[in-house]
């Protein structure tokens, strides 16, 4: 079955700091990836999604991240973050097991120091 | 265009009883998912409907359980409350198919006493 790591479960940057956030995921096959922002009292929304074609992929809020098929990586990078980037990342896939389920990550929680 | 709508926000039941959560996915989604969001563990999938059907869930025990319903709202019941089991569950709904994203609702918050 496939799962989701994230390796950094609080992070605490301060503003105008570069982020990288990382997540490894463990499947062979083809894989659909997504990273989810959840902010304060907010419902989970999709910051950006790899299906095919690049593997480095801009989301929004100026959030892009790179898919490394070998390193089974999805790392999710911010130049320059801002004190509103302030939240909860989840890494997330959807293994084309046949079964279709859409697996995440524990999150990363990031406070950004303004 | 109106979103996943969760119902009721918050509940609060005691060590034993059970509860019902409900779930709107948006207009044309036909999938609905459950997650369980406890503090520390991230999202852990507990259910995944299509088309009225149970397609898929997660290491949950059987107390654990819902159904799709024809408008495909859906229905999420756990039987026989635990105090293990106060988390947030959030609901999301998805067009049927591959290469889809999940879109979420607000989410229940329960609390078991």
């Known amino acids: 079955a496939q799962s989701v790591s994230q390796h950094n479960h609080h992070v605490i940057l301060s503003e105008a700091a570069s982020l990288e956030l990382g997540c490894n995921y463990s499947y062979g096959g083809t894989v659909n990836l997504f990273w989810y922002v959840q902010y304060p009292g907010q419902h989970l929304q999709l910051l950006l999604k790899y299906f095919s074609g690049d593997p480095l992929v801009k989301g929004i809020k100026g959030f892009e991240a790179e898919f490394i098929k070998s390193k089974f990586s999805f790392n999710l990078r911010k130049p320059s973050v801002q004190w509103s980037d302030t939240a909860e990342y989840f890494c997330a896939v959807n293994a084309r097991a046949g079964d279709d389920k859409i697996i995440f990550g524990k999150g990363t929680r990031l406070h950004i120091l303004p | 265009e109106a979103g996943v709508t969760q119902s009721p926000t918050h509940l609060i039941k005691t060590r034993g009883q059970q509860a019902t959560l409900r779930c709107s996915p948006i207009?044309?989604?036909?999938?609905v998912y459950w997650y369980q969001q406890a503090l520390g563990l991230g999202l852990q999938f507990l259910l995944w409907y299509d088309e009225g059907e149970e397609r898929n869930r997660g290491n949950f025990p059987p107390r654990f359980s819902g159904r799709q319903f024809p408008n495909y709202s859906s229905e999420l019941n756990v039987n026989a409350l635990e105090l293990e089991d106060s988390a947030l569950y959030l609901c999301?709904?998805?067009?049927?198919?591959?290469?889809?994203?999940?879109?979420f609702g607000q989410g229940t918050r329960l609390t078991v006493v």
């Open positions: 207009s044309g989604h036909t999938s």
């Open positions: 999301a709904s998805s067009l049927v198919g591959w290469n889809t994203e999940a879109f």
